[in-house]
T-cell receptor
């Protein structure tokens, strides 16, 4: 696609539920990043994929968070047993890898009620 | 600890005026520094990319400077326009264990008034 696409754009879920957030990177981009941005804050790193593998998942806050990228393209961020503190905008970015420019999607706004 | 701090936290200026946003970082080893513009409800968009050896980089009305010795960067906006109203985020990239990590500042929220 022309840019990084994230779906849904908004998601409201009840505390304790499971959610999946999807990211479609720019075609051909091997690197994919997930970030979480709370209101008034800069994005915080969650996980970085190079191809199909998670090269760095040190930003995932706990084991309720998991992300996959099975075919090296689309990625899904999965959150189990959601908590109100998980409410944030989840941003995805992709790049050609290394220090090449990363392009961001517009994010998924997750609200846990 | 790798950190990126920005100032001011927010800024209001009149259309047509200039402004300068500051970024201080303690990230090491440094690879490069980027300024991003983030409109409300949108993802960040890159404005400038600077490597260790570059002191200044311009992109239209945006000019970024970098002093790698003092670990400071600034973003200067000339002749501001209403559309410049956004958050401006300083991002420092460093390498660790063969991967690149982005450290984001909390941003400066700029409001340009007519």
């Amino acid at each position: 696609g022309a840019g990084v696409s994230q779906t849904p754009s908004n998601k409201v879920t009840e505390k304790g539920k499971y959610v999946e957030l999807r990211c479609d990177p720019i075609s051909g981009h091997t690197a994919l990043y997930w970030y979480r941005q709370s209101l008034g804050q800069g994005p915080e790193f969650l996980i970085y994929f190079q191809g199909t593998g998670a090269a760095d998942d040190s930003g995932l806050p706990n084991d309720r968070f998991f992300a996959v990228r099975p075919e090296g393209s689309v990625s899904t961020l999965k959150i189990q047993r959601t908590e109100r503190g998980d409410s944030a905008v989840y941003l995805c970015a992709s790049s050609l890898g290394g220090l090449t420019e990363a392009f961001f999607g517009q994010g998924t706004r997750l609200t846990v009620v | 600890k790798n950190q990126v701090e920005q100032s001011p936290q927010s800024l209001i200026i009149l259309e047509g005026k200039n402004c300068t946003l500051q970024c201080n970082y303690t990230v090491s080893p440094f690879s490069n520094l980027r300024w991003y513009k983030q409109d409300t409800g949108r993802g960040p968009v890159s404005l400038t990319i600077m490597t260790f050896s570059e002191n200044t980089k311009s992109n239209g009305r945006y000019t970024a400077t970098l002093d790698a010795d003092t670990k400071q960067s600034s973003l200067h906006i000339t002749a501001s326009q209403l559309s410049d109203s956004a958050s401006y985020i300083c991002v420092v990239i460093f390498t660790t264990s063969g991967t690149y990590k982005y450290i984001f500042g909390t941003g400066t929220r700029l409001k340009v008034l007519a």
